[in-house]
């Protein structure tokens, strides 16, 4: 095998959760284009369905929307039960589903931490969870946990996001312990400060990302493309000597 053929995806199944838009699509698209079957889920069917075919018109592959709020575990279990009737298996899970609710900890509510913790933290679990035995029958999968820089520092004003990323980064690690004799790979990918949907208050606002801004030694937002490199590779075969890593992709943000 090539180097290159590595980091093909052929004939491999690959679920993107918050898969339907921002930057859940862009990582589906790019394990369409490596040739993987691609699923993505988002909690309003019709946006994961038309996703999906788009990317299925797009890259002349097989794809599957589905409908499923990822914080359910009924709703979770019959997602992986659908996958696994339709394509028989299960290869690549990126758990990308996410959201971010900022402000001082006197300011948040305990509703915010919920929402926060359950959608960033409970529902990746739940899809492990899922996934654990499929993939341990055939004996080859990868799962991407989709954390952040803050996941690794801290922050002000971010006291849900950064516990519930923290608390996924551990859990990749542990998840790498408990499955590293069953062929399944587990590591955290952690963005910096991307130009996504979410961080579009702060795109927008320069007094607000100046913070941010200051701090990242490329001295720019990062572009949802300059990520597609990094899940690719560790969804493939080229990742297969890499599990509990911690994989930053941040502008250097870390590296002060």
């Given at each position: ?91 690549v899970l990126i758990n990308n ?51 952040s820089m803050l996941g690794v ?14 608390g996924l980064t551990l859990l ?85």
């Amino acid at each position: 095998m090539g180097v290159l053929d590595r980091f093909r995806l052929d004939q491999r199944v690959g679920l993107v959760t918050g898969g339907s838009r921002g930057l859940g699509r862009v990582m589906a698209e790019a394990l369409a284009e490596v040739g993987a079957f691609v699923v993505v889920t988002s909690r309003h069917q019709d946006a994961a369905q038309a996703a999906a075919q788009e990317i299925s018109s797009q890259y002349g592959i097989q794809a599957l929307g589905l409908g499923c709020d990822s914080t359910k575990g009924a709703e979770v279990s019959a997602a992986v039960a659908a996958i696994l009737d339709r394509f028989g298996r299960l290869d690549v899970l990126i758990n990308n589903a996410g959201i971010n609710i900022r402000g001082p900890i006197e300011q948040v509510s305990e509703a915010d931490w919920d929402a926060v913790v359950d959608t960033n933290l409970k529902g990746p679990w739940l899809f492990c969870k899922a996934v654990a035995e499929p993939m341990k029958r055939q004996k080859w999968g990868r799962v991407i946990n989709v954390s952040s820089m803050l996941g690794v520092v801290g922050l002000a004003d971010r006291t849900l996001y950064t516990a519930s990323k923290g608390g996924l980064t551990l859990l990749t690690k542990t998840l790498a312990l408990e499955w590293a004799t069953s062929g399944i790979n587990v590591n955290a990918l952690c963005p910096g400060p991307f130009a996504t949907e979410m961080n579009r208050p702060l795109v927008e606002n320069p007094a607000l990302a100046a913070p941010i801004m200051d701090h990242v030694p490329l001295a720019r937002w990062g572009q949802l493309e300059e990520l597609t490199p990094a899940v690719v590779f560790l969804a493939s075969e080229a990742s297969s000597y890499m599990t509990g890593a911690v994989m930053l992709v941040d502008g250097g943000y870390t590296a002060r």
